[in-house]
């Protein structure tokens, strides 16, 4: 008994299945040299990052990710952007010493991250050492996200500061030796100084010899 195979059945047959890769995309944060030279101090870029394996394969491949690895891996990079570090609340998994089974409750009671469970105006009397344990997390959470706001408001005011002229560059340089007299002060003088020209250095060069009269 003959069996007809389609063209894409005898590549598998040939070639075997192909096998589809397993994708992550991660977070990393590199050096800045440039910047780095700028702020006189060590600055580091969150650079994004794939990493490849190939089902039953230990090997790996990880690099700096393109444009076109977010078109080719678009599922992948959608979940990356919706559950990365920083964006997603931290899970009640966390706690140390959480019992599986508690854990279970909690998240079918909607219970399912730490803010959530810290917040939380009542639960059950065997689970309050779950939310007494989650309080102190989410405090050391709040302390450490206020710490890191207050850091970054102080590197850009430094950057702020860096930036701006020091006060005596937006002086105009005709300022200089002043002394804090404005152009209206000297018109006396000046008037002075024309009827001196007038009537002293004018008249001399037209009457010479009055100045060897005894």
């Known amino acids: 008994m003959s069996a007809e195979y389609t063209q894409a059945q005898l590549e598998r047959m040939v070639n075997g299945t ?3 890769p397993n994708v992550i995309f991660y977070e990393k944060a590199v050096l800045d040299r440039d910047a780095s030279e700028r702020e006189s101090r060590r600055v580091y870029t969150k650079v994004v990052f794939i990493k490849i394996t190939q089902p039953g394969l230990t090997d790996w491949a990880a690099y700096k990710a393109q444009p076109e690895d977010f ?3 678009a599922e992948e990079y959608d979940y990356f952007l919706n559950n990365k570090q920083g ?3 931290p899970g009640i998994e966390i706690i140390p010493e959480l019992d599986i089974a508690h854990l279970q ?4 009671m909607g219970i399912a991250t730490i803010p959530k469970l810290a917040a939380a105006l009542q639960v059950p009397p065997h689970l309050e050492y779950a939310q007494q344990a989650a309080v102190t997390i989410n405090n050391v959470l709040e302390e450490t996200k206020h710490a890191q706001e207050k850091a970054q408001s102080k590197a850009q005011d430094r950057e702020k500061t860096r930036l701006v002229p020091p006060a005596d560059r937006q002086k105009h340089p005709t300022d200089v030796g002043q002394s804090g007299l404005s152009p209206g002060d000297s018109s ?8 001196f020209h007038a009537g002293g250095q004018d008249n001399h060069r037209q009457n010479p010899v009055d100045n060897w009269r005894v």
Request: aromatic share 4%; charged share 50%; glycine share 4%.
């Open 188 to 195: 006396g003088e000046n008037e002075d100084a024309k009827r």
């Open 105 to 108: 409750e909690l998240i079918d």
């Open 87 to 89: 964006t997603r609340e």
């Open 71 to 73: 078109r080719k891996f």
């Open 18 to 20: 192909p096998h589809i």
